[in-house]
């Protein structure tokens, strides 16, 4: 069974920056691509970075272009998400998911991933 734990949401004052980590088990993690996703209450989920497999191809949604890395340790199958020059619009809960599309690259779509995390909070004040 696959599992995501992710952790190192919190508060923080705009300006600050967070990295954000997500623990895989239960599969090689390393043969799938990883997503982080955000969600606030009333909205959807979405997409905010994507990693492929390898590692060799990253995509961001525009808001956190700049900003926000995402990054991948396979020996150590985690995901990392460092979020720098946070803004109050960053709050959300953050979700890692995990594709089920061996050797692939990323896909910014919710129905791309099987697995999920169970979120962890961050909330930038102004």
């Known amino acids: 069974q696959v599992q995501l734990v992710e952790s190192g949401g919190g508060l923080v004052q705009a300006g600050a920056s967070l990295r954000l980590s997500c623990a895989a088990s239960?599969?090689?993690?390393?043969?799938?691509?990883m997503g982080w996703f955000r969600q606030v209450p009333g909205k959807e989920r979405e997409f905010v970075a994507g990693i492929s497999w390898r590692g060799g191809s990253t995509g961001y949604t525009d808001p956190v272009k700049g900003r926000f890395t995402i990054s991948r340790d396979n020996a150590k199958n985690k995901v990392y998400l460092q979020m720098s020059s946070l803004k109050p619009g960053d709050t959300a809960v953050y979700y890692c998911a995990s594709s089920n599309r061996e050797y692939s690259n990323f896909n910014v779509e919710r129905s791309a991933y099987a697995y999920w995390g169970q979120g962890t909070q961050v909330t930038v004040s102004s």
């Open positions: 239960g599969r090689t993690s390393a043969n799938y691509p």
